[in-house]
């Protein structure tokens, strides 16, 4: 999969800064990963993907996320999309997903369970003699918000119990609004917005495994990806802001002294800080994946771990990125205060980072993590 480094340099770089300065989704970097097949990259091979698992997709979201982090996030939730679908979606939205033709993304935090997206408040009803079901739904933020194909969708259960199903929503349903634009402080690219769902009419055959089984999806599925690839994500930012503090430091002189800035002893001990976090992070994250992959006792705890320890590093790591390179790295062009802004997401994205440490906390006792 070397051609990702082409596609980084070529169309994913150049477009970072107008990307974040815009707020403009990166449609042409999307568009450039279909074409390379890794849309599909978790796709089945017998639907034309690449049949790869997540350690594979944790390093293409990584190198991405170095990049351009608004890209790498809407990658990271394609992925975690795909992973669902590819488990229980129709055969030919998986066909689309591996022919590079579709981009889907999850939408399943509200704005009445706010952080807790795995308790939806919206609703799901049988329209009376018809294979219809009716969902209303304010969804508080979703990546790629008027822009994916489809959306990995929750709402309470139609007709049983449990705490949610889900639902494959076209990105075209009527009944679908998006009532604000997003324009945050990081990632602003990403398109994440709320999505509101009036009277929006899918298909019985929509439902994503079993009606009430969304808890399960959820936990099982999207849980373990999106914590390893957000954490990826967050991860290239990490590896960028080091490296190029470290450029910076090593090629900036003080004339008047004769000196470099890497002269000096406290500057020093920044970058080697800032290496030190990010390689931290980088044995969790692979530590995490050997967890899954050998099936290992520890595996829940390293996934809910991950996210939370780059939740913390990412932030400080950035910050001290901008405290090496002084004012250069107010710049626009130099990047560093891009990954700075774009590292704050981290702590807020669900789970939270505090959240987290709840569950972390709670396996640690032998507690449940959800009562």
């Not at 477009?15 to 978790?42: F, H, I, S």
């Not at 975690?80 to 939408?107: K, S, W």
Request: hydrophobic letters at 45%.
């Amino acid at each position: 999969m070397n051609f990702i480094e082409s596609i980084i340099s070529e169309v994913i770089e150049p477009k970072a800064l107008e990307v974040d300065r815009y707020g403009k989704y990166p449609r042409a970097a999307m568009d450039a990963l279909g074409k390379a097949g890794l849309l599909g990259l978790l796709s089945a091979k017998e639907v034309g993907g690449m049949g790869e698992g997540l350690r594979a997709a944790s390093s293409i979201v990584e190198q991405v996320g170095a990049a351009c982090g608004s890209t790498s996030m809407v990658l990271c939730m394609h992925y975690c999309g795909t992973a669902v679908i590819e488990q229980h979606g129709p055969r030919d939205i998986r066909e689309a997903i591996a022919a590079g033709r579709h981009v889907t993304t999850l939408a399943l935090s509200e704005t009445g369970s706010r952080s807790h997206f795995w308790a939806p408040v919206s609703t799901a009803l049988a329209v009376p003699d018809q294979d219809t079901v009716r969902l209303d739904a304010e969804k508080s933020w979703a990546t790629s918000a008027g822009q994916a194909d489809s959306y990995v969708w929750s709402s309470r259960p139609l007709a049983t119990k449990g705490l949610s199903t889900l639902w494959l929503v076209p990105g075209n349903a009527e009944g679908l609004s998006f009532p604000v634009v997003f324009d945050g402080l990081g990632l602003r690219g990403n398109a994440s917005s709320p999505i509101v769902a009036r009277d929006v009419r899918v298909s019985r055959s929509a439902m994503i495994g079993k009606d009430g089984g969304g808890f399960d999806i959820m936990m099982n599925n999207v849980l373990p990806h999106f914590q390893v690839l957000g954490a990826s994500c967050y991860l290239g930012i990490m590896e960028a802001v080091t490296r190029k503090a470290a450029s910076h430091v090593a090629k900036t002189r003080l004339t008047h002294l004769g000196q470099s800035l890497s002269d000096l002893a406290t500057t020093r001990a920044y970058l080697a800080r800032m290496r030190i976090k990010t390689d931290m992070a980088r044995g969790l994250l692979l530590d995490t994946l050997d967890a899954i992959e050998s099936g290992r006792q520890d595996a829940q705890l390293r996934v809910l771990e991950v996210k939370a320890a780059v939740g913390e590093l990412a932030p400080e790591v950035t910050e001290l990125a901008m405290r090496v390179c002084g004012g250069a790295a107010f710049r626009k062009e130099v990047g560093i205060e891009r990954h700075f802004r774009d590292a704050r997401a981290v702590t807020v994205m669900s789970p939270t980072t505090d959240l987290l440490y709840d569950f972390i906390g709670k396996a640690m006792i032998g507690m449940p993590l959800f009562d």
